[in-house]
């Protein structure tokens, strides 16, 4: 589903974040990408949803070469994948509702449907009493799981999650952790980046581990 | 929740269908949100309202006074006449019988003989010199023919009948009197066309205002286009709010300058009508009427979709999540 080749990112400042990655990830699997504070663990999800094209290297998606989408195709391609952000990306002047609802009012579904689906979302990440919520009213971790919400009320076919737990505590994490399986269980492919080392060993799946921008160890397929 | 995404041929089926009704229900949505924006924002609205309500009042003001005009010179000088005066010789009887030839001649529609004594009657009762007329022994009033040339002559055919009248040995003197008319006409012509260069130049700069006001508005809501590009919007996605924002303020911008029109010329409507029946006309201002209105509020949308058109193809595709 999400196959990497050979793959460096340099930024224009002349930093390599990326250096002759490659991985595959099966359609069903739930991977982890670990690794220090600035090793690339954003930067390849950034390719991933094509916020960044790849320098050198290919990068796939369910058989795409994404250097082959043309620009007017992003919006397209980033429908097909729910992503939490690092830095949660809510709308401050919308509340809880909207931001959840945001993706299925740009795929066009209609009000019952949106209304049915956003409070299924908030339901799973135990955010339903908040629907009417500013955001900017709720604690670091109801943002984020604000944000899981948005990621996953699409049901898109690939979820990236860069530190969907990092301002939660280790009860809350395990959950969201849960609900990122269940996601995995019915066929959704996902990939998350963590720091918790502890939570994500704990858990069993395949871990992606970077250093300085080269994949260091998970690189094959178990 | 945890549904299969495909459901198979059934969806693909109805897929138009589902397509064309999200897209309907975008522009909805898209409509009444920047409607409620712009509404909301309320003394910042109201003055890009006035500012381009004033703009567009300026040349269609303009216009309606001179159709105005038009409309006042248009009942002068229509059935331009000719006047034969007569020579002294010719008699009250010659002169009738010359009438009734010139009525048979196809460019003209209508002869009417004022004798000289008819014109002496005429003048000592609206002069009041009356006792100083009756004195003279002569009248000194040649007999005259007032020629109705047929409706829908032009010009210079009419001045042709004129000189060909005059070259009859019994007029003394054949007088069309419509060059002031045409000085009026092309003073007119003129005007129209300042008021036309007036108006091209204010309706760029209606556009151009209106462009600036979604570039803010834009710039306003950078951080929202990046999350909504971010999650999957399309380009035509994000400009939607924008047009429709546009759309807003050139319909206000046209209903005000509507407003400011009929407003002008309600405050004139009062002493114009004094004047026209100072001159024993029935003359009325006309004002836009409910068309004129309807256009000048279509003409204030398009206005505003060109701004914002403007603005968002030139800032929008900029605005990339980084
Ligand atoms: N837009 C950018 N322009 C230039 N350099 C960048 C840009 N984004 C990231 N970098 C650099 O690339 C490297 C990798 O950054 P990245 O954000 O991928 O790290 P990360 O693994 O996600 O770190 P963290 O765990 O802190 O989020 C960093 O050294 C960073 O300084
Ligand atoms: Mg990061």
């Not at chain 1, 002759?20 to 739930?30: C, G, H, P």
């Not at chain 1, 094209?53 to 195709?73: P, S, Y």
């Not at chain 2, 003209?108 to 006792?131: C, K």
């Amino acid at each position: 589903m999400i196959n990497f080749e050979r793959v460096s990112k340099r930024y224009a400042e002349g930093h390599d974040a990326l250096r002759e990655v490659s991985f595959e990830i099966a359609r069903d699997d739930l991977v982890f990408l670990t690794g220090h504070s600035g090793a690339g663990k954003s930067t390849l999800m950034r390719l991933i949803m094509l916020m960044d094209r790849a320098t050198r290297g290919k990068v796939m998606i369910d058989g795409v070469d994404l250097a082959r989408v043309a620009r007017r195709n992003i919006p397209g391609h980033r429908r097909d994948i729910g992503v939490v952000f690092q830095n949660h990306q809510l709308l401050f002047d919308r509340p809880v509702f909207d931001n959840v609802a945001l993706p299925l009012i740009i795929s066009g579904y209609d009000y019952r449907e949106v209304g049915r689906r956003v409070r299924a979302a908030l339901d799973k990440v135990g955010l339903l009493n908040k629907e009417r919520a500013m955001p900017l009213t709720l604690s670091g971790g109801e943002q984020q799981r604000v944000g899981i919400a948005r990621a996953v009320v699409g049901r898109p076919r690939i979820l990236l999650a860069d530190e969907p737990t990092g301002n939660l505590d280790p009860e809350l994490s395990s959950e969201i952790m849960q609900l990122f399986e269940a996601f995995n269980q019915v066929g959704v492919t996902v990939l998350i980046a963590s720091h918790d080392l502890a939570l994500i060993s704990r858990l069993r799946h395949r871990i992606l581990t970077l250093r300085e921008g080269r994949l260091v160890q998970g690189a094959a397929c178990e | 929740m945890n549904k299969p995404r495909l459901e198979g041929a059934r969806q693909s089926r109805t897929r138009f269908a589902d397509r064309y009704n999200a897209w309907l229900r975008h522009h909805r949505l898209s409509a009444a949100d920047s409607l409620h924006r712009v509404l909301s924002n309320k003394l910042s609205t109201l003055m890009t309202f006035l500012v381009i309500g004033i703009a567009l009042a300026l040349p269609v003001g303009l216009n309606v006074a001179l159709d105005n005009a038009t409309q006042l010179s248009a009942g002068w000088d229509s059935p331009s006449q000719i006047s034969l005066f007569l020579r002294d010789s010719v008699t009250g009887e010659e002169a009738a019988a010359l009438a009734t030839e010139l009525e048979q001649r196809p460019d003209i529609s209508a002869v009417q003989v004022v004798t000289s004594e008819d014109a002496l009657a005429e003048f000592s009762a609206l002069s009041g010199f009356a006792d100083v007329l009756a004195s003279l022994e002569d009248n000194p009033l040649p007999n005259l023919l007032l020629v109705t040339p047929t409706t829908g002559l032009e010009g210079a055919a009419v001045g042709g009948l004129r000189t060909k009248l005059g070259e009859r040995q019994e007029v003394s003197e054949a007088v069309l009197d419509m060059e002031w008319l045409q000085r009026l006409n092309s003073l007119m012509e003129l005007s129209r066309r300042i008021v036309m260069a007036i108006g091209g130049l204010l309706v760029v700069g209606v556009v151009l205002i209106l462009g600036n006001t979604i570039r803010l508005a834009i710039e306003n809501r950078r951080e929202e286009i990046v999350i909504v590009k971010l999650v999957g919007g399309s380009n035509p996605f994000v400009r939607r709010p924008f047009l429709y924002t546009g759309l807003w303020f050139g319909f206000g911008g046209g209903l005000v300058a509507a407003l400011l029109v009929t407003l002008c010329l309600w405050f004139l409507r009062a002493p114009v009508s004094q004047l026209a029946a100072l001159y024993q006309s029935d003359f009325t201002l006309k004002g836009l009427g409910l068309m004129g209105s309807l256009n000048l509020l279509v003409l204030g949308g398009l206005l505003g979709l060109a701004g914002a058109w403007l603005a968002v193809t030139r800032h929008l595709a900029d605005i990339e999540p980084r």
